[in-house]
């Protein structure tokens, strides 16, 4: 697969993600930039650039390129802004996230995809401060909140309260909550102190989120 091929077809996606109603400039530049070829492996990196979830290690996936960007839009990312990240996965979400100039702090509970993920995020962005982390992420990560934007990349049985209290006000958590096959995602606005506005939006599928204030698993 030449570089061309690739360069083509992330300007298709892009191309995509607008017919489908994404209209944050920024997040379209940062698709047309951020090459997801190196977030899959062998025989998925010719399909990189499909909008449909593709299959990593572990029997997780890589989210449908559409729906990091609706994601990603939901967030309403400033550049310089701290985005808290739950669910690293491949890492794409986060290198969208960098692209677009945030400070990125991401958690992920499989060992292997947390190395494999921050190797290639180190090589893609080697002056960018992106902060992996291996744990379990519905605690947070207290040491650097609060955070203008949290995202959870996995379908979480309740929003767990660690994250809310970790997001500034103002800021969104964008988060998938229902059942282990089928989600609503919504977008929390912490209004002050102590009120959240909690605007349920489509039907989405994740993985499961799996910890401490998600679903029991191994
Ligand atoms: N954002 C990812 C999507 C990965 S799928 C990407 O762009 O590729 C969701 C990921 O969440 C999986 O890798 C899964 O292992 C991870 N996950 C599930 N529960 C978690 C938890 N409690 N803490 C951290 N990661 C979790």
Redesign the pocket.
Same mark, same amino acid.
């Given at each position: 697969m030449s570089r061309h091929f690739f360069t083509e077809a992330r300007a298709g996606l892009v191309h995509i993600l607008r017919e489908r109603g994404i209209i944050d400039e920024a997040v379209l530049q940062a698709f047309g930039v951020v090459p997801r070829e190196h *977030?899959v492996s062998g025989p998925f990196k010719q399909r990189a650039y499909e909008d449909i979830a593709l299959p !990593?290690d572990?029997h997780?996936? !890589? $989210?449908q390129p559409f729906t990091?960007a609706r994601m990603t839009e939901l967030l309403e990312v400033k550049p310089n802004h701290t985005i808290l990240? !739950?669910?690293? &996965? $491949?890492?794409?979400?986060a290198a969208i996230l960098a692209e677009m100039g945030a400070s990125v702090y991401t958690?992920?509970?499989?060992f292997e995809?947390y190395t494999a993920s921050r190797s290639i995020l180190k090589e893609l962005f080697p002056a960018t401060a992106i902060q992996c982390r291996f &744990?379990?992420?519905?605690i947070g990560w207290s040491e650097y909140a609060p955070y203008d934007g949290i995202v959870v990349?996995?379908g979480a049985p309740e929003i767990p309260d660690a994250l809310l209290k970790q997001l500034k006000i103002g800021g969104h958590l964008i988060i998938p909550v229902g059942n282990e096959k089928s989600q609503i995602m919504h977008c929390i606005v912490r209004e002050d102190e102590s009120n959240y506005a909690d605007y349920p939006l489509e039907d989405v599928s *994740?993985?499961?989120?799996?910890?401490k204030q998600?679903w029991s698993g191994s």
């Open positions: *977030f !990593i572990k997780q996936t !890589i $989210s990091v990240e !739950i669910g690293t &996965g $491949s890492g794409y979400q958690i992920e509970r499989h995809l &744990g379990d992420g519905t990349t996995a *994740f993985v499961p989120l799996i910890g998600g």
